[in-house]
């Protein structure tokens, strides 16, 4: 089962149940998917709907920082719990030890330098692409290059 046909059962369900707050965050995820479809011009692969779900997560990561400074702790919880429910779709991941592996290990291979954090980041990002968050990546890249 795809993550696309997933994400419409678990509507159906949520529809079933009358589970507003569900049936809410599942429509907008339906809605983004449905428009990446349209820019696409074809089927989404689950490295297609992963992205999309990552770019939800994003977006409402943005807007908790920005309720949070106007003193809107409800919106910022309400906007917590839509991001708990898209996780559920990601695949799992990768810790700050495996993270720090990858790392040292591009470090290493690419001989790099204090200055080197932008080749670095590429190597890394490109290994993890989607595994990791690339603020943690960003962090461990700082961190190993001193």
Do not use: W
Request: aromatic share 4%.
């Amino acid at each position: 089962m795809t993550i696309q046909t997933q994400i419409e059962a678990d509507l159906n369900r949520a529809l079933k149940e009358k589970n507003e707050f569900n049936c809410s965050v599942l429509r907008m995820i339906k809605s983004a998917l449905h428009n990446k479809e349209i820019e696409k011009k074809s089927k989404l692969k689950d490295e297609d709907v992963f992205e999309v779900l990552r770019h939800e997560i994003k977006s409402r990561k943005d807007s908790i920082i920005d309720y949070e400074k106007a003193k809107r702790s409800e919106l910022a919880e309400k906007e917590k719990k839509e991001i708990a429910l898209i996780e559920k779709y990601l695949p799992a991941m990768l810790g700050e030890n495996e993270i720090k592996k990858i790392v040292l290990e591009a470090i290493k291979q690419l001989n790099a330098g204090p200055k080197d954090f932008g080749k670095v980041m590429g190597q890394v990002m490109e290994k993890l692409k989607g595994k990791a968050d690339g603020n943690i990546v960003s962090q461990i890249v700082k961190q190993n290059l001193k």
